[in-house]
C-alpha cells in the first residue's frame, strides 16, 4: 500500500493534547473550560489554557474566534465546545 494511503496509528486520549485559547472575564471562555475539564478528565487527556491578552500572535490570529480549542494544535472549535464532538476527536 502507498504510504500516502497508509493511515498513522490512532492515538490514545491520553496522547493527546487539548488547548484552550480564551482571555479573562470571558464568559464563552468559561463555558469552554467546564466542557473541556469535564471530558479531559473523564478521558485522561492533558489540556492546557492560554490568554490571548498575553500573546501577541495569538491575539492577532483567533480575537474574533474566541474561545478557541485546538487538538494536537489544529483548530477544533471555536465560541462553543461541543461535548460530544470533543470526546470524539479525542477517540473517546
Same mark, same amino acid.
Do not use: N
Given at each position: 500500500?502507498?504510504?500516502?494511503?497508509? /493511515?498513522?496509528? /490512532?492515538?490514545?486520549?491520553? &496522547?493527546?493534547?487539548?488547548?484552550?485559547?480564551?482571555?479573562?472575564? @470571558?464568559?464563552? @471562555?468559561?463555558?469552554? &473550560?467546564?466542557?473541556?475539564?469535564?471530558? @479531559?478528565?473523564?478521558?485522561?487527556?492533558?489540556? &492546557? !489554557?492560554?490568554?490571548?491578552?498575553?500573546?501577541? &500572535?495569538?491575539?492577532?490570529?483567533? %480575537?474574533?474566534?474566541?474561545?478557541?480549542?485546538?487538538?494536537?494544535?489544529?483548530?477544533?472549535?471555536? %465560541?462553543?465546545?461541543?461535548? !460530544? /464532538?470533543? /470526546?470524539?476527536?479525542?477517540?473517546?
Amino acid at each position: 500500500m502507498s504510504p500516502l494511503l497508509r /493511515r498513522s496509528p /490512532r492515538k490514545k486520549p491520553s &496522547e493527546r493534547t487539548v488547548t484552550l485559547i480564551g482571555k479573562p472575564d @470571558c464568559h464563552l @471562555c468559561e463555558d469552554a &473550560e467546564a466542557v473541556i475539564e469535564k471530558v @479531559c478528565g473523564e478521558l485522561g487527556t492533558p489540556w &492546557e !489554557k492560554k490568554d490571548i491578552t498575553q500573546d501577541e &500572535e495569538l491575539h492577532r490570529k483567533y %480575537w474574533e474566534q474566541i474561545p478557541v480549542v485546538l487538538v494536537d494544535g489544529a483548530q477544533h472549535d471555536f %465560541w462553543r465546545v461541543d461535548p !460530544k /464532538r470533543l /470526546r470524539a476527536a479525542l477517540g473517546g
